[in-house]
């Protein structure tokens, strides 16, 4: 089992964990309760989150732009997966 990954964006203690484990699944937890409850996701699922956040997907000013229908907010581009824990922050514990 991989160590638990930091979100590069932790800040004062208020981070999101994220671990690939042996089934291949992705497990996600709160760093400030590591032993409460972990979300689980598929490679998948996994990667169409990381993905969507490297396209911008979840950003406020992107997501009005595409409601408003201006054209600024952009496409989808095509999502390639590698490696998706290991480019979410530094290893930890």
Known sequence: MTAWRKSSFCNAGSCVEVQTLPDGTVAVRDGKDPDGPVLRFTYGE??????GILAGEFDPATLAARIAGDGSGGSSPARACEAP????GAGSE
């Open 85 to 88: 824990v290991a480019r979410f």
């Open 46 to 51: 996994w990667c169409a989150f990381v993905g």
